[in-house]
Every structure is written in structure tokens, then in C-alpha cells.
Nanobody, 120 residues
Framework: VQLQASGGGLVQAGGSLRLSCAVSGPTFGNSAIGWFRQAPGKEREWVSCISSSDGVTYYAEAVRDRFTISRDNAKNTVYLQMNSLEPEDTAVYYC??????????????WGQGTLVTVSS
């Protein structure tokens, strides 16, 4: 299983970005997909996840009401729509496949990360 995150870039505060996580391999339909982020000098932080079976979504408090996670099973892709971005959202964003939980140890496969920079 391979995950490819894309869509990062430079955006002004208040702007929007949509990240994509393309998943190759036979387990996409059976895997929850999560997004994590890691800012410079900080630990990796869970952002959101979407379950495999019924598409239930979960969000960290810091991004609730601003970010939306969704999945397109026909395209084997999960999206993270990020609105009202803040400088504090600046980080490398990673997608991962596993169980829908904030615990990174429950994710088996990880993508390479995409950098999001929010300027003030």
C-alpha cells in the first residue's frame, strides 16, 4: 500500500487549500485514512480521520469547523479541505492508512507529506 499526499503550498491567512491523499493497493476500501501534521520543532499532531465502512469523520478540536475530510472510494482518494487557514496551521501534512484514531501507532502505512505554509 502506498499513499501519496499532495496539494500543499503557500497561502495567506484566511485562505483555503485542499489536500489529496491518493492510495494505491487493495486495502483502501478497508482502511480508515487519517491526516496528521507536524510543525517545525513540534511533535506530530493528529488532525482528522475518516472511517472505512461508513465514512464517519472525526476532527481535532483545533481544526473542527474549518477542515473537512472526505473520501472518494472510486478514485481511492481522501481529501482534506482546509478553510480559514491560520499561521498556526503551517506544517507538513501526512496522510496515513489504518484505524480511525488520534494514535499514530494505529496507522500502518504513511505518505511522504506535503508542506502547507500559511502567511500572516
Amino acid at each position: 500500500v502506498q499513499l501519496q499526499a499532495s496539494g500543499g503550498g503557500l497561502v495567506q491567512a484566511g485562505g483555503s487549500l485542499r489536500l489529496s491523499c491518493a492510495v494505491s493497493g487493495p486495502t483502501f476500501g478497508n482502511s480508515a485514512i487519517g491526516w496528521f501534521r507536524q510543525a517545525p520543532g513540534k511533535e506530530r499532531e493528529w488532525v482528522s480521520c475518516i472511517s472505512s465502512s461508513d465514512g464517519v469523520t472525526y476532527y481535532a478540536e483545533a481544526v473542527r469547523d474549518r477542515f473537512t475530510i472526505s473520501r472518494d472510494n472510486a478514485k481511492n482518494t481522501v481529501y482534506l479541505q482546509m478553510n480559514s487557514l491560520e499561521p498556526e496551521d503551517t506544517a507538513v501534512y501526512y496522510c496515513a492508512a489504518g484505524s480511525c484514531t488520534p494514535d499514530p501507532r494505529q496507522y500502518t502505512y504513511w505518505g511522504q507529506g506535503t508542506l502547507v505554509t500559511v502567511s500572516s
